[in-house]
């Protein structure tokens, strides 16, 4: 079957985790993503653990559906490599530290001459242009400095790093728009151009209604805990074995919770009838739901809620995500098989088309598993020039 | 200039947060986005406090670059004209509670029948499959329900919901790459198809690592606290006045880091000499940092390790990522002018194209603001239909 992006060729030089993941939402849909390695030392990520038989369940997750090539770009014949293969792709990705790419003498301007039509997709820590455009960073650094650890957590306590690497995630995704739009842009105009993409720039574009909320009163956001800002009840409560999200985000909802907790005198009850006096009550309020929800289990009031419609939820673990019934429904935990490792389960393709639906096509490569392939294919190598670039050690 | 997504046309009905954020990204690129909304009521978001002059900043920050049409549904007149725009537009996006556009007549095939070459996306808590496909969620169930809760926050202390709402904004974000993948695929193929797009998927496809480690080493990932999982030091550190993040995330960096603590000697102490062995020791090692790092403020820290070339960041608040000068420079912080409410502060454009840079054009639009000239420009309506509509109360 068909898949969107079929015809798109990207030249991947990423590494780790921001770049990989941009691509790793193209391939899944269809992209050839051609991953260039350094010879023997490869992708950093193949040395993070766990390890199955030697291989990366890090990059296994990340590195589905695309190819691995190793090149030397230290060598002067490396790069002549890749310059020859910039002519044949549409999109050339890179997350290295700012300066790289023109040190190599590959930086976009010499790449776009040889190739007028290339998208170069840029993701690093701060962009490549500002003060701190030549500095490094880590997730870890821009879910600081972005704001976003000051607003995760509880209050009183202090500011919370998000568990999963939020600061390359959503770097990662804005990446990809921006590829797929400059790629709809040379479809009218024949050009390509570059997209640049900081990581910190993202945290400050996620940061929702803090920013409006803070411009507006004054009010410096704090520490939200699970509570929603505005709107009660509207948080995390105890059961008996454990907690359950509700959320009530309106009066109607706030009246079916009310009969499903076989609480209907609540709903008369003047200083909780609407959304603003449950916030003014809240201290009164929220003992009173407390009350009621610790008497049964979290799966108890999870049938309750849902047969009321209630908007509820469990706190899963990460084993209780791959169990959930509609995870599993909308193929979110697909196992892939790697000629090494073995049957891995990973996330699956949460972009569902209707009739070019993505598909998980290839494992991670191995090491340069394609070099030779791909140097056949792209650019028409043979048996001879092959062998005469292994004794040279370019890949 | 050009925009690169200036040909499309989006017509958006979309609510508060997911799909909003989705058509504000595409939006921000140069398409037009041509937002319908309940005459009278509209986006439930314009009610979302602080307002300025009665005008959301919550809306306002979400909304930019966008137009306003009122056009009540629940008519069939309402219906036929959203059927006859169907014919004009390249995009339609929802987010309503699945079943919805069915039991207004207005499903995927319907409009599909009326436009083959129409891209339909949806954005909906648990998606348009599987046995949840019926019920609502809100952001904080599916931060609750995907994992993403179980693994933010301190060890030993509770599940953290992330501050800002990343169950929306990543599926906003999916939603976009769907909605340009398939405008990709129909540049070939001439057809349009249905995106779908859940958060609780979404949630999933976020989680990183943390389902790898689990499915190959049987433990259940847990709060994490601000540490990395695997590499030392990198956390958050305790300064005289506050708090440091310092990733020194490979050996060179952790000697980079001794000497700009002038702690030589550490770099030749066989405990900490490797990553693992840091690891390993990590109960020795940290209390050492500790000690060194507490001496001096975080802006003292910054500077010496800023010159050191060791990636560290201070914890900044929301105001404080408001003065950052990289954030300046990159122009993350914008600000907007409201014929209301008047300059708004919001966050930028993260995706930084060279040749068609995004522009925010005009700020968000009050309530049916454009519906007449929407009316005029895409189904040629002249002044006495338009009347006669008023006077039916469709719009």
Do not use: C, E, Q
């Given at each position: 079957m068909r898949m969107a992006l079929e015809n798109i060729k990207v030249l991947d030089l990423t590494r780790v985790l921001a770049g990989p993941y941009a691509t790793m939402v193209l391939a899944d849909l269809g992209a050839d993503i051609i991953k260039i390695e350094m010879p023997e030392i490869g992708d950093d990520s193949r040395q993070f653990g766990p390890h199955v038989e030697g291989e990366s369940a890090y990059f296994m997750s990340l590195n589905r559906n695309k190819r691995s090539m190793t090149l030397n770009l230290k060598t002067a014949k490396g790069r002549e490599i890749l310059l020859q293969m910039i002519k044949e792709v549409d999109v050339v990705v890179e997350n290295f530290r700012p300066g790289t790419m023109e040190k190599l003498g590959l930086g976009y301007e010499v790449l776009r001459d040889v190739n007028p039509k290339l998208v170069y997709a840029v993701a690093s820590g701060?962009?490549?242009?500002?003060?701190?455009?030549?500095r490094a960073a880590y997730d870890a650094i821009v879910q600081a400095m972005g704001g976003l650890m000051s607003i995760t957590?509880?209050?009183g306590r202090e500011p919370t790093r998000v568990g999963t690497s939020i600061g390359d995630i959503t770097a990662g995704l804005f990446t990809a728009i921006g590829i797929l739009t400059a790629l709809m842009n040379r479809n009218e105009s024949g050009m390509g151009q570059k997209v640049d993409v900081a990581m910190l720039d993202c945290q400050v574009a996620i940061l929702e209604n803090a920013i409006a909320r803070h411009v507006v009163t004054g009010e410096i956001p704090g520490l939200?805990?699970?509570?929603?800002?505005?709107?009660?009840?509207?948080e995390t409560f105890q059961t008996s074995d454990g907690e359950i999200m509700i959320a009530a985000g309106n009066d109607i909802l706030w009246a079916k919770l009310c009969i499903a907790m076989e609480q209907p005198r609540l709903i008369a009850d003047e200083r909780f009838k609407t959304n603003p006096l449950r916030n003014q009550y809240y201290e009164e309020l929220k003992p009173v739901i407390n009350g009621v929800i610790q008497l049964k289990t979290t799966k108890q009031w999870q049938e309750i809620l849902d047969d009321a419609g209630v908007p509820n939820g469990p706190i899963n673990r990460i084993d209780e995500v791959l169990a959930d019934p509609q995870v599993q429904a909308r193929e979110m935990i697909v196992e892939v098989a790697h000629p090494v490792a073995g049957k891995l389960k990973m996330p699956g393709i949460p972009?569902?088309?209707?009739?070019?639906a993505g598909q998980i096509r290839r494992p991670s490569p191995m090491l340069g598993q394609h070099t030779e392939e791909i140097l056949k294919e792209l650019l028409k190598y043979d048996e001879a020039q092959i062998e005469d670039l292994k004794e040279q050690s370019i890949f």
């Open positions: 701060f962009g490549h242009t500002g003060p701190y455009r030549k957590g509880h209050p939200g805990g699970n509570r929603h800002p505005a709107i009660v009840p509207f972009i569902k088309l209707s009739d070019t």
